[in-house]
T-cell receptor
Framework: ELKVEQNPLFLSMQEGKNYTIYCNYSTTSDRLYWYRQDPGKSLESLFVLLSNGAVKQEGRLMASLDTKARLSTLHITAAVHDLSATYFCAVAPYNNNDMRFGAGTRLTVKP | DAMVIQNPRYQVTQFGKPVTLSCSQTLNHNVMYWYQQKSSQAPKLLFHYYDKDFNNEADTPDNFQSRRPNTSFCFLDIRSPGLGDAAMYLC???????????FGSGTRLTVV
């Protein structure tokens, strides 16, 4: 069964600092997703990574995928308060659309 | 805009009283999913429809059923809601390649 592990689960950062969230998964996959969720809201798609070595950037967030290591990272550069939210990675197994989520990282950015 | 719409946004039901949540889509995606998300937890896949083929997760309780009368609509039926079923229910769609999933706004279910 596919397992998706995220760490850290809780992250408190100061504004202006950099940090990385890690996502490991247990089975072969060709699709990895990052989502943002604000309290009481649904999921907002941030990145879709479809191949080994894929790197995508949007503003202060950059995501990468290493399919051989079964690892994705979400790097935060010069954090700002507006980035405070819960971030989930999710993985769909190869040839299967059943997307499964990691436990989520609750990010708090403090002034 | 093409989208996934869930109704209602908030649903309060009595313990043991059947309740139905609905999801519609204008994306013409052939796969539709239902996820359950309890407070401070990750979304958990309950089941999905690939076209008309129903796929149930092994650990989804029998209390949860689903119907997909056509491509656009999918329903989640909870036959006898318990207090432990209080959660946000998220509907999502994807095409057959699964290169992107679109989520609805969710229905927050309260059981009293």
């Amino acid at each position: 069964e596919l397992k998706v592990e995220q760490n850290p689960l809780f992250l408190s950062m100061q504004e202006g600092k950099n940090y990385t969230i890690y996502c490991n998964y247990s089975t072969t996959s060709d699709r990895l997703y990052w989502y943002r969720q604000d309290p009481g809201k649904s999921l907002e798609s941030l990145f879709v990574l479809l191949s080994n070595g894929a790197v995508k950037q949007e503003g202060r967030l950059m995501a990468s995928l290493d399919t051989k290591a079964r690892l994705s990272t979400l790097h935060i550069t010069a954090a700002v308060h507006d980035l405070s939210a819960t971030y989930f990675c999710a993985v769909a197994p190869y040839n299967n659309n059943d997307m499964r989520f990691g436990a989520g990282t609750r990010l708090t950015v403090k002034p | 805009d093409a989208m996934v719409i869930q109704n209602p946004r908030y649903q309060v039901t009595q313990f043991g009283k059947p309740v139905t949540l609905s999801c519609s889509q204008t994306l013409n995606h052939n796969v539709m999913y239902w996820y359950q998300q309890k407070s401070s937890q990750a979304p958990k896949l309950l089941f999905h429809y690939y076209d008309k083929d129903f796929n149930n997760e092994a650990d989804t309780p029998d209390n949860f059923q689903s119907r997909r009368p056509n491509t656009s609509f999918c329903f989640l039926d909870i036959r006898s809601p318990g207090l432990g079923d209080a959660a946000m229910y998220l509907c999502a769609t994807s095409d057959s390649r699964g290169w992107g999933y679109t989520f609805g706004s969710g229905t927050r279910l309260t059981v009293v």
